[in-house]
Nanobody, 131 residues
Framework: QVPLVESGGGSVQAGGSLRLSCATS????????MGWFRQAPGKDDEVVAV????????YQPDSVKNRFAISQDNAENTLYLQMNSLKPEDTAMYYC????????????????????????RGQGTQVTVFS
């Protein structure tokens, strides 16, 4: 198992932006789904973005659509989550995660994933949005 390492979290005022990065060396979107999910106390875990393949097929829930964007720099083996127009309710620990297409059928058929579908995750990076 190759470790996933996130960076880029921090504190930001509501309306601001942050970009999270995740070193993904060893994982290719040809065989893995890549994504981000978040955990906050008292809230359900939520997948916020999934990248299904190199062509750019992706999933994002309505809660972050048009505000968050997932992308991957294949040359640098880095996964990004650009977060704009941040809200206090976006405060959470954010995790980079991946799962083989052979492990999660929802990944293989490009359906929305749940946190349980991800087989590997990073250590997380905290995002705090204050009003």
């Amino acid at each position: 198992q190759v470790p996933l390492v996130e960076s880029g979290g921090g504190s930001v005022q509501a309306g601001g932006s942050l970009r999270l990065s995740c070193a993904t060396s060893g994982y290719s979107t040809s065989t893995y789904c890549m994504g981000w999910f978040r955990q906050a106390p008292g809230k359900d875990d939520e997948v916020v973005a999934v990248l299904y393949n190199r062509a750019g097929s992706r999933y994002q829930p309505d809660s972050v659509k048009n505000r968050f964007a997932i992308s991957q720099d294949n040359a640098e083996n880095t996964l990004y989550l650009q977060m704009n127009s941040l809200k206090p309710e976006d405060t959470a620990m954010y995790y980079c995660a991946t799962t083989p297409k052979t492990y999660a059928n929802r990944c293989y058929v490009q359906l929305p994933l749940t946190v349980a579908d991800f087989q590997y995750r990073g250590q997380g990076t905290q995002v705090t949005v204050f009003s």
